[in-house]
């Protein structure tokens, strides 16, 4: 059986190899969607953790011996904390200023990120091999899943809908949440609003940091690995509302899955769909798919 | 006078030593000679040419010291991959600098753009890692040098070898631009003229990254025996990541047409072992190569590319010309060029034809299997000499509208 011309089966492989690109998107847009949405800030230096976290995976094993599963925790952890100084020492000294003084810092924090590895790695960047455990391709009928890509999908899966819950059913979420409407009056509750503030931050920063881990074996760890993605990731969340949770992951995995079929069809319009989408969007509902409409 | 006398003089000998006409006195416009190098310097192609070509033409113009007491001055800058950035910047140059020669590194689009410009300049242009073909076939410039390689030369030596090795039905995969369909289109007229099939193509965009698997899954269905990776630097590692993690290189042989010496460090042995590579300069091929080699290591701690080497020779041979033709003036400059013959640790037969194109042997290479790699970047062993008359497209296929 065809569709225009493509099989059936690799129709359905494309939507699968899409659905684990949207993984990335998902877990990507999620902290670019959490860190939006408490501190007001577009986090242009996403791209720069996201590899700092897969270089972290690959320093990891190179100079410490230490296995991808250490630094499936490590990394994000690392590079979390890499976040709370970024809070701390920088960005907190302009929330008073308009906003896009914080996307500057952002931008310019990342073009030093990524210089600096360049001028240590090279822009060919390192190889990283998939653990053991998961080398090797299952046969689901309609093509070859690499197993690696199988625990991708699974775990990010995971991750993406644990933060949803987290922020959107848990006492804690609802601090955080309060948080973004009214500071002032969730401060006069006793709560560290700041500290709270600081704190998410670095879970942004660990959640880009976590999507390096995952992408370490995938792809060639290099300085400008986020510097490729971070625009498609900006576009996605836009699509799902600047500040929407399940917005993000649900437009993050979608896309993926949108991207791969125009790869089937049009390839050299698989990098450009994200953006058609995105106007296509802005002149629809300018709010994003899940955006509230603000006054 | 007596200054004007001597450099005169200097410059006479020099001509007579090589054995080209000069004027009688020396004549260098803004009494300097200004060489210009653009290249992408932080993106994709960086390692292949970026800040490495740039200490190599340091080298270069150190090396060479002044021309008839007139002093060598060397300009650089990232074009970033744009074309407007690259031809904003080589006008700039031009106009207000007063550049006499540009040297364009990577990037094939920037390079057919720029040699517009150096023809309209009637300045000599040097075209290193840009590949494309068409610079001294349809889109010729009587004004342009095309140096190192070019699409057809790493399609006719790397293509050629593999159908002759019976790989005969190919389905490529291809960068989206002017580089990606000048390579896809030299490799698969080498096929199908060595009675090869192209079973298909799929173009991507540049710097996709993560998306391979959804194109390399349309290589694998269509069956074919050789996936030729008509692609480069970042991108061409990725899809190599790719095709290895989908065991896609169990089913088909990848080809990558035209990798360089870094790209093959930055993979590994391990995953690039066996592959076949087109290139005109190794590091470790001869005991000057390997000299030259050891002062660029203790630059840039990393071996050369072909690319690095060849911006070395490029400019040397430029600055020669210029020495020789006693002016820099670009048509005297580019007469000289095309009459002169290039010895230097680059080459040792190399000749600048009359459509611009610098013709000299090539080497089809194979890269080493982990086991046979002995010391740090021992990676290639050298399968056969293709001499430069046959690397290159010839005067019967030429579409180079003055030279036919």
Known sequence: MEIFGVPLQSLAAQVFLGLVNGCFYALLSLGLAIIFGLLNVINLSHGALYMLGAFATWAGLNYFGLSYWWMLFLAPFIVGCFGVLIERMMLRRLYKLDHLYGMLLMIGLSHFLEGLFRLFYGVSGKSYSAPIELTGATDIGFMMLPNYRAWVVAVSIVVCFATWFAIEKTRLGATLRASTENPELVDAFGVN???????????????????????????????????????????????????????????????????GLVSAFYPQVSAT???????????MRPSGLFGKESA | MTKLFKSSAIALCAAAAIGASAPATAQYSGDVIRVGFLTDISGVYSDNDGQGGVEAIKMA?????????????????????????????????FDQQGLDMLVIGANSGAALALAKIAQEKKKPMFAVTA????????????????????????????????VDAGGKDWFFLTADYAFGSSLEKDTSDIVKAKGGRVIGSVKHPVGTAVNFSSLLQQAQSSKAKILGLATSGDDLINAIKT?????????????????????????????TQGMYLTDGWYWDQNAESRAWSKRYFEVMKKMPTAMQAADYSAVTTYLKAVKAAGTDDGDKVMATLKSTKISDMFTKNGAVRGDGRMVYDMYLRQVKAPA?????????????TIPGDQAYTTKAETKCAFWK
């Open chain 2, 372 to 384: 046979d790699s002995k010391y740090p970047w021992d990676y290639y062993k050298t399968v056969k």
């Open chain 2, 61 to 93: 113009v150190q090396d060479f010291g002044n021309i008839n007491g007139k002093k060598v001055e060397f300009l650089y800058a990232d074009h970033l991959n744009k074309v407007d950035v690259a031809s904003a910047k080589a006008r700039e140059w």
């Open chain 2, 131 to 162: 590949a494309t073909a068409r610079l001294t076939n349809e889109e010729c410039t009587p004004y342009n040098v095309h140096y190192a390689y070019d699409t057809v030369a790493v399609a006719r030596g790397t293509g050629g070898a593999i």
């Open chain 1, 273 to 283: 769909i994200v953006f058609i989408v995105m106007a296509i969007i802005l002149l």
């Open chain 2, 243 to 271: 095709a290895n993690e989908f065991g896609i290189n169990k089913s088909m042989n990848l080809a990558a047409i035209l990798i360089h010496i870094t790209e093959i460090h930055a993979l590994g042995l391990n995953l």
């Open chain 1, 193 to 259: 609003v700041p500290m709270l503030v600081t704190l998410t931050y670095g879970f942004g920063a660990a959640l880009a940091a976590f999507a390096g881990v995952l992408a370490a074996p995938m792809v060639q760890v290099s300085p400008l690995m986020g510097a490729n993605l971070i625009v498609a990731v900006f576009a996605v969340v836009v699509i799902g509302g600047l500040s929407s949770i399940l917005g993000a992951i649900i437009t993050g995995l979608a896309l993926g899955v949108l991207e």
